[in-house]
């Protein structure tokens, strides 16, 4: 059983997102009183990043609790395969290279370390697989292009729970994770998905299906699973 999350007790927020596809999440956010003045997502428009999707239980899992603990990260909850990186190449170009490179890609799975923080960041940690290291790189070859920073040698798969957090509320905050139970700390990802900021917004411009490798072809979608409610 997950300890309850008191609704009325004092909120350690982060910043406001802009989450597309989200109408509980309007362009402009809201303010509460422990968050600073909003600011940038750091990610100019027009960026690009290859993603890939938890599983609906753990998505389902993790909006609850951000929206509860007044948090939020970057765009829905997600994991990148390359951070996001800008390129003169047109999308459709853009498209081919990384169907190119992720031709034969096998599906891989995803294990999750617990929680982690850095810097004004709480975040789900991931173990970084031989397979998940070999996609970031592959990811890497496609360009020109811009590099992040978090690529390459500093790579480290990770589910963000919690951006720009305050210094004074990120011990509590902390706290409150940490004594959390996850509803699975193992996942399948059997697609990747292109993305671009555009507009203060997190799209979907196309999904590269990845392997079965034990049977060779795209593998079926997983059954949805009930979710597990965080506490509340």
């Known amino acids: 059983m997950l300890p309850p999350c008191d609704p009325t007790s004092p909120v350690p927020a982060a910043e406001p997102d802009r989450r597309a596809g989200d109408p509980a999440h309007t362009e402009t956010g809201t303010k509460s009183p422990a968050s600073a003045d909003p600011i940038s997502s750091g990610v100019m428009?027009?960026?690009?990043?290859?993603?890939?999707?938890?599983?609906?239980?753990?998505?389902?899992?993790?909006?609850?609790?951000?929206?509860?603990?007044?948090?939020?990260g970057f765009g829905v909850p997600h994991i990148n395969l390359r951070a996001p990186f800008q390129t003169e190449l047109s999308r459709r170009e853009l498209i081919e290279r990384f169907r190119d490179v992720l031709d034969g890609a096998s599906s891989f799975?995803?294990?999750?370390?617990?929680?982690?923080?850095?810097?004004?960041?709480?975040?789900?940690?991931?173990?970084t697989s031989a397979r998940m290291l070999y996609l970031h790189l592959m990811a890497l070859s496609v360009g020109p292009s811009t590099r992040s920073p978090y690529d390459g040698e500093s790579y480290a798969p990770h589910l963000t729970l919690a951006l720009g957090v305050l210094p004074w509320a990120e011990d509590d905050l902390w706290e409150r994770v940490t004594t959390l139970e996850l509803p699975l700390t193992h996942f399948q990802v059997s697609a990747l998905s292109l993305t671009i900021e555009e507009k203060g917004e997190f799209l979907e411009l196309h999904t590269f299906p990845l392997t079965d490798p034990a049977a060779g072809t795209p593998p079926p979608h997983q059954a949805d699973q009930p979710e597990a409610d965080p506490p509340g």
């Open 45 to 72: 428009d027009g960026a690009y990043s290859l993603v890939a999707w938890p599983p609906p239980r753990l998505d389902g899992w993790l909006r609850k609790l951000q929206d509860q603990l007044g948090v939020s």
């Open 109 to 127: 799975e995803v294990s999750i370390k617990g929680f982690k923080r850095y810097k004004g960041v709480i975040f789900l940690e991931c173990e």
